[in-house]
């Protein structure tokens, strides 16, 4: 899982993370008055449906150098500070991963991160929530609204 800054600079996850994606359709539906009793009347249309984002959660572990010793040596700091800055951002990011890329993700934005309590002293185990991202053109030319 590699993040992509929009100046081309990458930053690679260590350690192959986890991924678990999610996904719904967005259902509009309409309660009708039905007659009778007939059970063929019975439930809600179904008016129109549209996809849901995907929803990400990524979670994994970095590793510092050494194992034991003094904390400033063990931890993973500069891992963890790259991964502060990516995750602290208000933009979203391009991505390389393959499932992802399967799905036609290329884009997410992060929602949520957290850093629980790991054992070690040169372990810190992250878990991020993030949402696709996709481009649209909200606004088109007059020709274009005319040919459709």
């Given amino acids: 899982f590699t993040f992509i800054d929009e100046n081309g600079q990458k930053y690679l996850l260590p350690y192959e993370p986890m991924l678990s994606i999610t996904s719904a359709n967005n259902i509009v539906e309409r309660t ?14 179904k008016e129109r449906w549209s996809r849901g984002d995907y929803e990400i959660k990524i979670t994994g ?5 050494i194992l034991t010793g003094d904390v400033s040596q063990c931890f993973p700091k500069s891992d963890f500070e790259k991964l502060r800055d990516i995750l602290e951002s208000r933009k979203s990011w391009g991505i390389q991963c393959e499932p992802l890329q399967l799905l036609g993700i290329s884009k997410i934005v992060v ?38």
């Fill in 111 to 148: 929602y949520d991160m957290n850093f629980p309590f790991t054992k070690g002293e040169n372990v810190q185990a992250y878990e991020i929530s993030v949402k696709s991202d996709f481009d649209y053109n909200l606004l088109l030319e007059e020709e274009d609204v005319l040919q459709s």
């Fill in 32 to 45: 009708v008055a039905k007659a009778g009793d007939d059970i063929k009347y019975q439930g809600t249309v």
């Fill in 61 to 65: 572990v970095l590793i510092g150098s």
